[in-house]
């Protein structure tokens, strides 16, 4: 291959054993650079993937000498084979979790009532918390915030209610040949954390940085003394710390370079992403491939739909295959499912024990907090596609999805888009504009809101999924808002 001077810089400041952080930008081609690193050197290395399958097609790029896994797999033969007895045991439900662990009493903060099965959700997203930390013990601050609780002293309330059980819930993973709580790879690669791990290599490559668990990075850093250290990714693509992730290349000690060159798209495409990396507050800049040109503008048809929310797609699959597409959704249906019987049972006076609406008894609850409470404005966009279309009509969508290979148009929300491309693609228009400010411009019109740097971030890796075509769709009010037309 042809190497541009950033990934020959690169290859120097590696051959020179420096630690690295390589900032590298959509398309950019950061693993055919980590490969490059690894074929010009005869020491052993590590790459370290975010996910199994990144991993396996990684191997295909890389020496023998360098093996590529993820960190869940370092810490499997490490010590998570001792626990294989308990790994992917029976499935059961939180309550039964909770009960077996002595949750048996409903309990009443604020104004809610909470259930054993409220209780035993909370207490398992605490340990689970816990094990995408950094955090040598459990802590208060691992207790999740749930929706309609989130006052201060309601929230300290639910701490001391959970933390006993999280604790017998901890004690109980600790061991190897049975227990109540089901067992799961997160439990052992925290086990293995916390014997504080060496890695037996040369030097390491940790991929995806920017979305890296606090408990991966505590691993990877601790390998610095004896085994140089390369991570690789994109900060303005660190879309996941609401999921517990961290970008830790901002703050990682060693020689920062960069990758700007996209090998995706063109340069129209090139200077729309870097109208968001500039709103994300982001050092990189790209330039795009002068032989592809990308195009910018309305499309009649885009092999992919990308959206901001799962609702969102939810949307987009029933109009979809209502107009006769053959439709796919990035991921499958279930989380849509799971989505559309929750809201069935609240229809039908049940509770439900889906995570994001357990602590409403009725639908007529959840409609009042949506409506009225402003922590509630999120989950609007749900009950107003329920009350239009109702649940069975929901379902009955979902349950026509076909494969990408045989549908016509690929769905998908941007979180999970991350890592893809298309030929084309639209922006869906539940990427809505930021809430007005309260100030006034000259002409009596409300001044638009600052766009956050986190929406700007997720627009950066939906806008950047494209190779040829990219209608802005949902995002097109980026023109007239004042930090699109801005330059500085």
Known sequence: MTLTDEQTAAAD????GDHLTLQAGAGTGKTSTLALLAHGTSRTGRYLAYNKAIAQDAAASFPTTVTCKTAHALAYAAIGHRYRTRLNGPRQPSWRTGQDLGITKTIRIGDRDLSPRVLSYATLRTVTRFCHSADPVLADHHVPQLRSLEDAGCHRQLTAEVMPFAQR???DLQNPDAGTVRFDHDHYLKIWAL???????????LDEAQDTNPVVEQIFNAQRDHAQLVMVGDSAQAIYQWRGARDVMTTFRGTALTLTKSFRFGPRLATEANRWLRIADAPLRLTGTETIPTGLGPAEYSDA?????????????MQLIEAGHRVALTGGGESLRALARAAN?????????????????????LQDYAGNDPAGRDIQPLVDLVDTHGTR????????????DTADVTVSTAHKAKGREWGSVKIADDF????????????GEPVPGPIDEAEARLAYVAVTRARHQLDLGG?????????????T
Not at 195 to 205: G, Q, S, V
Not at 354 to 362: C, I, K, M, S
């Open 13 to 16: 400041r590696f051959h020179a």
């Open 169 to 171: 819930a901890w004690a």
């Open 195 to 205: 014997t504080e791990p060496k890695i037996p290599a040369d030097f390491l490559l």
């Open 305 to 317: 739909i990308l959206c901001r929310t799962n609702v969102g797609a939810m949307r987009e699959v």
């Open 345 to 365: 049972d609240l229809k039908d006076g049940r509770r439900t024990s889906h995570p994001e609406l357990l602590l409403f008894p009725t639908w007529g609850d």
């Open 393 to 404: 009509a929901i379902l009955s969508a979902v349950n026509r999805l076909e494969s990408e």
């Open 432 to 443: 809505t504009p930021p809430r007005d400010s309260d100030e006034i411009d000259s002409n």
């Open 475 to 487: 995002l097109s009010w980026i023109n007239t808002h004042p930090d699109g037309i801005s330059t």
